[in-house]
Nanobody, 124 residues
């Protein structure tokens, strides 16, 4: 049974930082690309960042480029999202996803498995 468990969310002031983690189990982690998406109330689910199975390729939404960094540790079956210079518009539930589909990294259809999400709230 595949499980993706996110942690690290919380409440932070604008300009602050958070690091999200996603621990994976039940799959060959190093064979999967990993992505982060977010869903804010009243908005559609939005791609945030992705990393290739090897970690050599990283991809970001324009809205987070230069502020967020995705990384992975295949020895720990964990993917991270370092979020700096947070803005109120970054407030959302953040989901990690694992995928080996034949699609672009920013497309949800790329991903086979999803976590339950962790809330990030940025106050102004």
């Amino acid at each position: 049974q595949v499980q993706l468990v996110e942690s690290g969310g919380g409440l932070v002031q604008a300009g602050g930082s958070l690091r999200l983690s996603c621990a994976a189990s039940g799959l060959t982690f190093s064979s999967y690309a990993m992505g982060w998406f977010r869903h804010a109330p009243g908005k559609e689910r939005e791609f945030v960042a992705a990393v290739s199975w090897s970690g050599s390729g990283t991809y970001y939404a324009d809205s987070v480029k230069g502020r967020f960094t995705i990384s992975r540790d295949n020895a720990k079956n964990t993917v991270y999202l370092q979020m700096n210079s947070l803005k109120p518009e970054d407030t959302a539930v953040y989901y990690c996803a694992a995928g080996n589909g034949n699609s672009r990294y920013e497309k949800p259809m790329m991903y086979n498995f999803w976590g339950q999400g962790t809330q990030v709230t940025v106050s102004s």
